[in-house]
């Protein structure tokens, strides 16, 4: 198993920035390829980003393209999501996930392992 902890979540006015972090423990973070979602109120949960093992490769829901940035540090376990240009419409509880899948995938259900989430709330 893995273990997934965020953090960096906040109040941010819009047009601000706030980076999150997925701190992993337990088994190896570089054998996962990762994910962010969010959660609205009254909303289902929406895939956001991916990120390959590697972190060669990421994609991205078209709301957040050219704002949002995924990273990852295999290094030190970490995931990231820096985001830019924040609106309104971004506030949302944060959620990282991993998944063992080879083929990346934008599907929560594919994700094995969650994290307790963090609020971003965006005042307009």
């Known amino acids: 198993q893995v273990q997934l902890v965020e953090s960096g979540g906040g109040l941010v006015q819009a047009g601000g920035s706030l980076r999150l972090s997925c701190t992993a423990s337990?088994?190896?973070?570089?054998?996962?390829?990762m994910g962010w979602f969010r959660q609205a109120p009254g909303k289902e949960r929406e895939f956001v980003t991916r990120i390959s093992r590697s972190g060669y490769n990421t994609y991205y829901t078209d709301s957040v393209k050219g704002r949002f940035t995924i990273s990852r540090d295999n290094a030190k376990n970490t995931l990231y999501l820096q985001m830019n240009s924040l609106k309104p419409e971004d506030t949302a509880v944060y959620y990282c996930?991993?998944?063992?899948?080879?083929?990346?995938?934008?599907?929560?259900?594919?994700?094995?392992?969650w994290g307790q989430g963090t609020q971003v709330t965006v005042s307009s």
């Open positions: 996930a991993a998944t063992t899948r080879v083929i990346m995938t934008t599907k929560s259900e594919d994700y094995d392992y």
């Open positions: 337990g088994r190896t973070f570089s054998n996962y390829a």
